[in-house]
């Protein structure tokens, strides 16, 4: 960027450092604590006949656990938590006196239950939900292929132009495409692109902290409400899908929760607008590794295998920026651009060159560093003269990245069509479609190497995420196997003739808003749906949408609700602000959730309404 570009000031980044530094956090072994839950299982299957009750109070605590050690000082590994606790869960469900499971293995043997429960898809369905995690596994891979393709850079920076640098329309029509997109691919796939992509052109106008803050909760809130619209939105919708199947179909979510959706997004885009009226990005001004900004990420996935900001690019080469490494963060926070910020730095000739070419391309260096040396100077035409090597490279493999873009684009087709065709007969494994469209889209991108790897290697550290998940299902299902939920039913039936299911459907919707705020909210629709049954299919589809919207409103609230918030504060942490905190991260997101929760207030009670009315 030029040096005639706007500064902001940096008192609320020395004003954050000033801050007392958050606990030092004490992981404890996960390995003893596997060992631990091992031998008490152990005593248990030794031990007598053991009561329902103790079943569930297992689980519960290991769902709150991931709470608990999770968001303190002392904290244990998830996967440990999980499946040290699915041990000692799996020997009590076989010392209970009874069970479905129980009883079919008395009454057919082992052998029979294990085809049955563990040799067919059909069983691991039942389980462990194994259709829709490899649903989200394929759809992790597809997004993942899709975004090396820079495709919501390239639509970004197209509508920058478009509104003339103004921030406010452009960061508005992208919330607006993710919100569309994060029901049908994913809003946990979709996130982590839309805040770099934001991240972006917020430096570029130099917004201050605050606000690049606020559009990362903003990412949060709109890949993870706004993508409730679809079933294939958000894990959650595709849990609650199964559990409740074949009354929860796509219509079901366009009628009840679509509307949820756009309410929320008008709202979120309100909020948008009172921080983001008045910043811009001075095009003219823009240099050419920022003007080019999907090229240049493209060529550095294609050159060196990964994709940085700026601040992450600085932050990985800390040791080779020495004593510097500092300042220079300070000047890329304030939107200054890379080669810029080296020279402010005193960095010496042979570094800046190294880091340049290490940022864009080797063969690059020499021209870049060059580039900024006269920018530096104010020598706006040598600086211009410099740039011409730099384009013609961009430019030579601009073709590569719109052919990629091109294939991307088209795998969407087969991805839609089988989601169609399995809407139409539900026989059809879901995964088959969002395998279908990353088979498709690696195409475009198989004869890159490195870009390559670089897809299967973000993906596969996201779906790393939903690891937890597999013991926690499990044991839900031995908690329906052993006819839990029959008294969770029982409950809400006796809520509906006492309190009326206009409020037994907003108390659904406020417990799961709180529960999805301190657990995964994955783990809480898989819950609660389960006590949905035997319910009127219309009373039932109000019950689902008020908890789908409480799993989805509760997730933003903290950041452990969701994956997309376990992302968002990840970020905020590593390039925004590395001492912020959970509670900072409550107070500014809590306004929007208060705002989004009367609106969805009203929305529940005028379901039912229209419900009672119909009916």
């Known amino acids: 960027m030029n040096t005639s570009a706007p500064v902001h000031d940096d008192s609320s980044i020395q004003g954050a450092a000033l801050e007392p530094a958050p606990a030092e956090v004490v992981t404890l072994s996960g390995r003893a604590f596997v060992i631990g839950c091992a031998v008490l299982a152990a005593g248990l299957m030794f031990g007598p006949v053991l009561p329902v009750w103790l079943l569930a109070t297992e689980v519960l605590s290991t769902i709150l656990a991931l709470f608990l050690l999770g968001s303190f000082k002392y904290q244990i590994h998830k996967n440990a938590l999980t499946y040290g606790m699915l041990l000692v869960i799996i020997a009590t ?21 294990i085809h049955s429960n563990l040799l067919t898809f059909h069983g691991l369905d039942d389980i462990v939900h194994a259709d829709t995690m490899l649903f989200i596994l394929g759809l992790t891979f597809f997004v993942s292929v899709i975004a090396q393709t820079r495709l919501l850079e390239g639509v970004t920076f197209a509508l920058l132009r478009r509104y003339e640098g103004s921030i406010l329309p452009t960061v508005i029509s992208v919330v607006a495409f993710v919100a569309v997109a994060s029901g049908i691919f994913d809003g946990v796939s979709m996130i982590g692109l839309t805040i770099r992509t934001l991240v972006i052109i917020l430096l570029l106008a130099a917004a201050p902290p605050e606000t690049i803050r606020f559009a990362v909760i903003v990412c949060t809130l709109v890949t993870t409400i706004c993508g409730t ?6 894990p959650p919708n595709l849990i609650m899908k199964a559990n409740l199947y074949p009354l929860l179909g796509n219509v079901f979510f366009l009628l009840y929760c679509a509307p949820a959706a756009i309410v929320s997004y008008l709202l979120i885009a309100r909020r948008l607008g009172k921080r983001l009226r008045y910043q811009r990005v001075y095009l003219d001004l823009l240099d050419v590794v920022e003007a080019n900004a999907q090229d240049v990420r493209f060529l550095q996935a294609t050159r060196h295998g990964e994709v940085l900001t700026p601040i992450e690019f600085a932050e990985s080469h800390a040791a080779e920026l020495g004593m510097r490494a500092e300042g220079v963060l300070k000047w890329l926070r304030q939107g200054e651009s890379l080669g810029l910020a080296l020279l402010r730095e005193n960095v010496p000739e042979e570094t800046r060159k190294n880091l340049l070419g290490h940022f864009v391309s080797e063969d690059l260096a020499d021209s870049l560093d060059s580039h900024y040396q006269l920018a530096f100077a104010r020598d706006e035409k040598g600086a211009k003269q410099a740039e011409h090597k730099i384009h013609d490279t961009i430019a030579s493999l601009a073709h590569i990245r719109r052919r990629a873009q091109t294939i991307g684009a088209a795998a969407v087709v087969p991805f839609l069509g089988l989601l169609i065709v399995h809407g139409f007969d539900n026989r059809l494994p879901l995964f088959f479609a969002s395998f279908a469209g990353f088979a498709c889209a690696l195409i475009g991108i198989f004869g890159i190497p490195k870009m390559r790897a670089l897809a299967f290697h973000e993906a596969h550290i996201e779906y790393a995420e939903y690891y937890f998940l597999f013991p926690l299902f499990l044991s839900i299902t031995l908690l329906t196997k052993a006819y839990f939920f029959n008294e969770i039913q029982s409950l809400i039936h006796n809520g509906i003739n006492s309190l009326g299911q206009g409020h037994v ?15 995964d909210n994955n783990v809480v629709a898989d819950f609660a749906s389960r006590g949905l049954h035997g319910l009127s299919t219309p009373v039932m589809h109000l019950f689902a949408m008020a908890q789908i919207i409480g799993y989805a409103l509760g997730g933003c609230w903290t950041h452990i609700g969701c994956a997309q918030s376990v992302v968002a504060f990840a970020f905020i942490r590593r390039d925004v602000d590395d001492k912020y905190t959970p509670l900072q991260w409550i107070k500014e997101i809590t306004p929007t959730i208060l705002e989004v929760l009367v609106a969805l207030t009203v929305l529940v009670y ?7 009315w119909m009916n």
Do not use: D, M, V
């Open 606 to 612: 005028a379901e039912n309404a229209l419900l009672r």
């Open 505 to 519: 459907a907003y108390a659904q919707f406020l417990g799961c808003t709180f529960l999805s705020a301190i657990l």
């Open 229 to 234: 619209w679809l079933a294939y939105g958000e």
């Open 93 to 113: 469900f076989c010392k209970l006196a009874t069970s479905e499971w129980h009883e079919q293995i008395r009454q057919s043997g082992w052998f029979p239950w």
